[in-house]
C-alpha cells in the first residue's frame, strides 16, 4: 500500500525524523491562512501516488499568500501526467501547503528489501532531487549502500560511515546520524517495503529534514497497524483492483487485450510470457489463489470482463488444492449472469480436471477447449486477432 507525502512525512515524524512545518488542503482558498502562519513563502505540492510531480508541474514555490492561493487553484483539479502517471495523468485532490527552506545541499536517502542478501539496503547519495535510477545509471559509483538487519537496527558505526562518504561535518553531521537511525526505525517497525525521503535536506543554517518523503508498505502486514491502513487513499488506486481487493484477489491492471484467470502467481506469470510469446498483450495479472471459492472465481471473472480493454479470456487452471470443477462451475455461473460476448479458451489441468471439462462442455457457452499452454496462447491470440 502506498500513501501521500503528506502522510509518510506524518509518520517520519513520529520516529523523530525531520520534516518542514506543512498542512494537507483540498480547498485553495485554505493556502492563505496557512501561507501567512508559515511566514509568506510556501511551496505548493500536488499529493499523488507517483513521482516526477516536479517535472510535470505538480510543485510550485509562491512568494506570497496570494500566490499561494492562485497556485493551489492551478494545482488543485489538474491532470499530473508523468513518467509514472503513464500518459493519462493522475487528478489532484490534494495539495501540501509546506514553509520555504534555505537549501543548501540536496542528498537522497532511501530504504528497500535487498533480496539478494535477504536484508533491507540503506542507500545514499550526494545527488538528492534525481530519480535513483537516473544516479544508478549516471553515476552508479555515487549510491552508498548499509544493510542491516530489521531485528537489530542500523549501527550508529554504519550511520557515521555514510555521514563521512557524503562529506558532512559538526553538528549536521550528528543530526544525520541521527535522523538515518530514525528512518531505518520507521521502515522495519511499520513493516514498509520502501522509505524513501529525496531529497534530503541540508540547510543554510546546518539542518537536516525530509524535504519530500515517500512509503510503501507490506499489504499483508496492515493487520498490525490500523493507523496505516486507515492511510489508504482509494482515489489514488485502480478501481478494478480496489474491487479486487474484497475478495481477497492478486489483481493487477496492465494495458493489453487478453484477460487472464489463472491460479498461482508463477502460474500467472508464465500465462502471460506464453501470450508475449505468441504476438499477444495481457490485460491484467489475475491470480485466484490456490484456495479459491467458486464465489471468489465468479467475481473474479466479473472484475476481469468488467475491463472494456479486454476482446478475449484465458483461463489457465493447474487443479492442485484448487478443484477444476469448482473452477468450471464458477466460470460458467458468471458467464451466464453476465452475458459475456467476448471469446474465452480455458486450458484445465490436474484435480478432478475430466469433471471441470464436462461441466464446461455441457453450459452451452461458446468456450474453446486447450491441452497445453502453448496450445491455449495460440488460440487466445487468435481470437483476439
Do not use: W
Not at 540503506?122 to 538528492?128: D, N, P, R, V, W
Not at 482515489?235 to 498461482?264: H, Q, R, W
Not at 505468441?278 to 466479473?302: I, T
Amino acid at each position: 500500500m502506498k500513501v501521500h507525502e503528506y502522510q509518510a512525512k506524518e509518520i517520519l515524524a513520529r520516529y523523530g525524523v525531520a520534516i518542514p512545518k506543512s498542512k494537507m488542503i483540498t480547498v485553495p482558498e485554505d493556502a492563505r491562512a496557512i501561507a501567512e502562519e508559515l511566514g509568506g513563502v510556501v511551496v505548493i505540492k500536488a499529493q499523488v501516488h507517483a513521482g516526477g510531480r516536479g517535472k510535470a508541474g505538480g510543485v510550485k514555490l509562491a512568494k506570497n499568500p496570494d500566490e499561494a492561493v492562485q497556485l493551489a487553484r492551478q494545482i488543485l483539479g489538474m491532470k499530473l501526467v508523468s513518467k509514472q502517471t503513464g500518459p493519462e495523468g493522475t487528478l489532484v485532490r490534494k495539495v501540501l501547503v509546506e514553509q520555504g527552506a534555505n537549501i543548501a545541499r540536496e542528498l537522497y536517502l532511501g530504504i528497500v528489501l535487498d533480496r539478494a542478501v535477504g536484508l533491507p539496503v540503506l542507500m545514499a547519495s550526494k545527488f538528492g532531487g534525481m530519480e535513483i535510477e537516473e544516479v544508478a545509471a549516471e553515476h552508479p559509483e555515487a549510491i552508498l549502500k548499509e544493510h542491516f538487519d530489521p531485528a537489530v537496527g542500523l549501527q550508529a558505526f554504519q550511520a557515521r560511515k555514510l555521514g563521512f562518504a557524503l562529506e558532512l561535518e559538526g553538528d549536521t553531521f550528528k543530526k544525520f546520524v541521527k535522523l538515518v537511525i530514525a528512518l531505518t526505525r520507521a521502515y522495519a517497525e511499520t513493516d514498509a517495503s520502501l522509505a524513501e525521503i529525496n531529497p534530503l535536506l541540508i540547510t543554510g543554517s546546518g539542518d537536516v529534514m525530509a524535504l519530500d518523503a515517500k512509503m510503501n508498505f507490506d499489504d499483508n502486514a496492515l493487520g498490525r497497524h490500523p493507523d496505516i491502513a486507515a492511510m489508504r487513499d482509494l482515489d489514488e488506486e485502480d478501481p478494478y483492483e480496489v474491487e479486487a481487493s474484497k475478495f481477497d484477489l492478486n489483481y493487477i491492471k496492465l494495458d493489453g487485450t487478453i484477460g487472464c484467470m489463472v491460479n498461482g502467481a508463477g502460474l500467472a506469470m508464465g500465462t502471460m510470457d506464453i501470450i508475449k510469446h505468441h504476438g499477444g498483450s495481457p490485460a491484467n495479472f489475475l491470480d485466484v489463489g490456490g484456495g479459491a471459492s467458486q464465489e471468489r472465481v465468479e467475481n473474479a471473472f466479473r472484475i476481469l470482463l468488467s475491463d472494456p480493454a479486454v476482446k478475449a479470456v484465458l483461463i489457465n487452471i493447474f487443479g492442485g488444492i484448487v478443484r477444476c470443477d469448482m473452477i468450471a462451475a464458477g466460470v460458467v455461473a458468471a458467464a451466464k449472469n453476465l452475458n459475456v460476448s467476448v471469446p474465452i479458451v480455458v486450458r484445465l489441468q490436474g484435480t478432478n480436471v475430466e469433471e471441470g471439462r464436462r461441466i464446461l462442455a455441457e453450459s452451452g457457452l461458446k468456450l474453446e477447449a486447450a491441452d497445453t499452454m502453448a496450445d491455449a496462447a495460440a488460440k487466445v491470440v487468435a481470437a483476439v486477432r
